[in-house]
């Protein structure tokens, strides 16, 4: 059995620099940080999960979803996230609704 997943991603900074750790805010930022992201992945099952693994009439055989997202760094302390997110999953049988998310996270680091 096979299963394959793929995803692209961007992301970028204004009033700070990118680092592996978080977002550094640059000193003087009067605004602190900004960072635009967007995203795009995806993934398909083989045939060979259904029906022994999974239902074919209500779990999704293949997707494909598209994010945007934007964090603020008020401060190299404190990150506020907001991302939106839509689904469209493809069933090998029957209908399985796409899905639009927003999610908001407010992290401090102390």
């Known amino acids: ?8 991603a961007l992301a970028f900074v204004v009033g700070g620099r990118p680092s592996f750790q978080a977002v550094k ?3 003087g930022a009067r605004f602190g940080a900004f960072e635009l ?3 795009v992945h995806g993934f398909q099952v ?7 693994f999974a239902e074919p009439t209500d779990q999704a055989q ?6 945007a997202g934007l964090n603020w ?8 996230l907001l991302d939106l997110e839509h689904v ?3 069933a090998r049988a029957g209908q399985v ?4 998310s927003v999610t908001t996270t407010f992290q401090y680091l102390f």
């Open 25 to 27: 805010v640059d000193e």
């Open 88 to 90: 469209a999953p493809e």
């Open 62 to 67: 293949a997707a494909v979803a598209v994010g």
């Open 97 to 100: 609704e796409d899905e639009t």
């Open 46 to 52: 083989d045939e060979e999960a259904f029906p022994t």
């Open 73 to 80: 760094y008020p401060l190299a302390e404190v990150r506020v």
């Open 37 to 39: 992201k967007a995203r």
């Open 1 to 8: 059995m096979t299963t394959r997943a793929w995803q692209a």
